[in-house]
């Protein structure tokens, strides 16, 4: 199953329910309406615009999560990826590294994730 779309606002809404969940759609209405400067009726439209789309669950006021963060985030990026860079992710980390400098902690970072990638596949291969 394809994750659902989440777009910038209903993000910023997801942090602050991945951070306190489960939650009661009181208690998140108010936290929406400290952190976010949200009215109460925006994160009530929020939460049922979500909850149709499959991203969250509101079952007796207590609202909780039916994706993760990370679920989110690969989403996010493959989508990007793919309608910037028409899905070359070399050609992401070319145009990242051109005016970006990475320190050797982030380099050493990504090749561990390169390496741990290519040990997965050659255990799936075998």
């Known amino acids: 199953m394809d994750t659902p779309k989440v777009f910038e606002s209903e993000y910023r809404f997801c942090l602050l329910l991945w951070d306190n969940e489960p939650i009661k759609s009181g ?7 400290k952190k976010l400067d949200w009215k109460k ?3 009530y439209t929020v939460i049922k615009r979500l909850t149709e789309r499959g991203v969250i669950r509101s079952e007796n006021s207590v609202v909780t999560s039916l994706v993760s963060k990370e679920e989110v985030q690969c989403a996010e990026s493959r989508d990007f990826i793919d309608r910037t860079f028409g899905g070359s992710l ?3 980390i070319a145009a990242f590294t051109s005016k970006q400098q990475l320190s ?3 380099i050493a970072e990504i090749r561990r994730m390169i390496d741990s990638y290519g040990s997965n596949e050659a255990d799936e291969g075998a």
């Not at 998140?28 to 309406?33: G, N, R, T, V, Y």
């Open 27 to 33: 208690d998140l209405a108010k936290l929406c309406a």
């Open 41 to 43: 009726s925006t994160t």
């Open 90 to 92: 070399p050609g992401f």
């Open 104 to 106: 050797p902690a982030e």
